[in-house]
């Protein structure tokens, strides 16, 4: 039971350059997220889609883009990258609420690393 | 926006002390308080969590309460042990006008707990 999974785990870019991190569950969830986790810190959300074809922005949107073209897939796009986007990015899962909250699962997270 | 401050940032216990984590929270629309522990290198894993109709939860070894007058809810572990050590956090979801809160979260800041054998 895969869960969520993201991948690369690791990735090192230069400024300027783009990259998309992905993000994938097998749960079949219609809300999905994106939080970034800096050092010594808690998680911020930058973007969430609510099911295929819907996003929205979080707190912290700014250098980011995403798109949910499938229920399964929910990846994030950085198109300039910054040195403050150097962080750990993690995606997560959940039930659709409707107005009762379900737990969010997680995966292990993208380090990422702008020099 | 929804505001969450959690302490202390950093606990040491020795292993079979209790340990308490606080957190407050701003919005006193928030309805749901989910407790994450995080391990090094691994993404938050659900522990517990509580809503806003409960003043109290307890699974084995864990338990969290919620104060909604003050604003403000803890999370009990009791009898530690080493295998407790991680980093823990809270979060709060805020209900949207129209009672869909799309489960967005807010997190506190973290707290590193060490349990010493």
């Known amino acids: 039971n895969a869960g969520v999974t993201q991948t690369p785990k690791f990735r090192i870019l230069k400024i300027g350059q783009s990259m998309t991190l992905q993000c994938t569950q097998d749960?079949?969830?219609?809300?999905m997220y994106w939080y970034r986790q800096d050092p010594g810190m808690g998680l911020k959300l930058i973007y969430y889609?609510?099911?295929?074809?819907?996003?929205d922005k979080g707190e912290v949107p700014n250098g980011y883009n995403v798109s949910r073209s499938t229920t399964e897939d929910f990846p994030l796009r950085l198109e300039l990258a910054a040195p403050s986007q150097t962080s750990v990015y993690f995606c997560?899962?959940?039930?659709?609420?409707?107005?009762?909250?379900?737990?969010?699962?997680f995966g292990d997270g993208t380090r990422l690393s702008i020099l | 926006g929804e505001n969450v401050e959690q302490h202390p940032s950093t606990l040491s216990v020795q292993e079979g002390d209790s340990a308490v984590i606080k957190c407050t929270y701003s919005?006193?629309?928030?309805?749901?308080f989910p407790w994450y522990k995080q391990e090094l290198g691994k993404g938050p894993q659900l522990i517990i969590d509580?809503?806003?109709?409960?003043g109290e939860k307890k699974d084995q070894r864990i338990a969290v309460t919620l104060n909604k007058t003050a604003k403000h809810f803890s999370l009990h572990i009791t009898e530690t042990q080493p295998e407790d050590s991680a980093v823990y956090f809270c979060?709060?979801?805020?209900?949207?006008?129209?009672?869909?809160?799309?489960?967005?979260?807010?997190f506190g800041q973290g707290t590193i707990l060490t349990v010493h054998p």
């Open positions: 749960m079949n969830h219609n809300y």
């Open positions: 889609s609510v099911g295929a074809g819907i996003t």
């Open positions: 919005d006193s629309a928030s309805n749901y």
């Open positions: 997560a899962s959940s039930g659709a609420s409707g107005t009762r909250n379900q737990p969010q699962h």
């Open positions: 509580i809503r806003s109709n409960v």
């Open positions: 979060a709060a979801s805020l209900a949207n006008a129209g009672g869909t809160s799309y489960g967005k979260l807010t």
